[in-house]
């Protein structure tokens, strides 16, 4: 496989990027092909249901199931019994909204930035009782932990934030609110979908009770696989809201006896060979190395921010001391839409429009209403070529409007 270090050599293993510039992923990253060979290295060589066989390809398949999950464990500083394989971020994030033994008169803090996916299940705690008690960015979307303080006392349950907004690539204080939460008597929660894979994400060292995770981004794994970390003292805070196969040691007619955690949380068959390609992409990103993915990350967001932001007619939002791998931006009089066809149509350039799954950072910003931002987004693969085609090609594109 050799050692993919530089971006040319990750470039050599993702074919699309011959033909695209790929800028979409805070959404998805396109996944290199010695990825994509230990998914078929399964299907070919050991296509079995794991934990449910003695036979050798079932325990194969099995023993690379759990090989994945100790280097899932390893990357973000956990142990593997704190690790719940998920379908994506979502779902991990409803595993603690919907597992955590909430009472009426409990209360979340949430930012009002938040993607979709760390935002609406704490507003249908409302439905529970719930007070979910929502904190206001400022105009670059930035968290004042003052805030979250000034929200937080005695009945607040949970404080949850993403360490990087999906819609603005703003970088949040995560390890700040953590104290405020914690002094508080409060549990703490992260989504890291925009993080993980682009820095290091040491959950100990953050003292987050829980983080969300998906391994189609940054990660550059396969869509279809994510995962939930649940610090241990905190595992009996959840229980399961989908049971079934796996989940269970002893079954009656009138009771059951669930399984340790995470099996608990895992009902039925895994996307086993998304989860083992998901361990081949964390061998992937340590070859690369972590520090080397930060440094080009951050050359690269300050470059996309110089590029975009000096064109006549683009608004960029954001403050580009405080944004990471994500750039925000509008073309005066033109719907965001139109924007992103254009840059696909005139030069292959792929980026993200609309509301981003945000509404309610949308709202925030000012531009719901006319349809959100167009959204560019990098990773390791991308060159300085790359944003210098969407500079140049956004430059025409301003000139038409």
Known sequence: MGDPVRTEDVRADIP????KVYLDAASTTPTPLPIVRAMTDYFEGYNANTGRGAYSLAVEATMKL????????GFINASEDEIVFTKNTSEAINIVAGGLKFRRGDSVVVPNIEHHSNFLPWLRLRERGVDVRIVRADENGVVDPAMVEEAVDDTTRLVTITHISNALGTVQDV??????????????????????????????????DFAAFPGHKGTLGPVGTG????????????????????TVIDVSEDDYVLEEFPSRFEAGTLNIAGFIGLGASIDYINRIGIHKIRKHGLKMTGKL?????????IRCYGDPQNIYGILSFNIDNMDPHDVA????????????SGHHCAIPAMRHLGVHE????????I??????????????????????G
């Open 16 to 19: 699309l990027l011959r033909e």
């Open 66 to 73: 759990q090989e994945a999950r100790r280097k899932v464990a």
């Open 175 to 208: 390890k700040e609110i953590e104290r405020i939460a914690h002094e508080n008597g409060a549990l703490y929660m992260i989504d890291g979908a925009q993080s993980i894979g682009h820095m290091e994400v040491d959950v100990r060292g953050l003292g987050a």
């Open 227 to 246: 995962f939930l970390y649940c610090r241990s003292e905190c595992q009996d805070e959840l229980e399961p809201f989908m049971l079934g196969g796996g």
């Open 305 to 313: 921010y110089s590029e975009v932001s000096s064109i006549d007619k």
């Open 341 to 352: 066809k254009l840059l696909d149509e005139t030069a292959g350039v792929c980026v993200r």
């Open 370 to 377: 006319s349809g959100g931002t167009v959204r560019a987004s």
């Open 379 to 400: 990773h390791y693969y991308n060159t300085d070529e790359d944003i210098e085609v969407l500079a140049e090609t956004l430059r025409e594109i301003a000139m038409m």
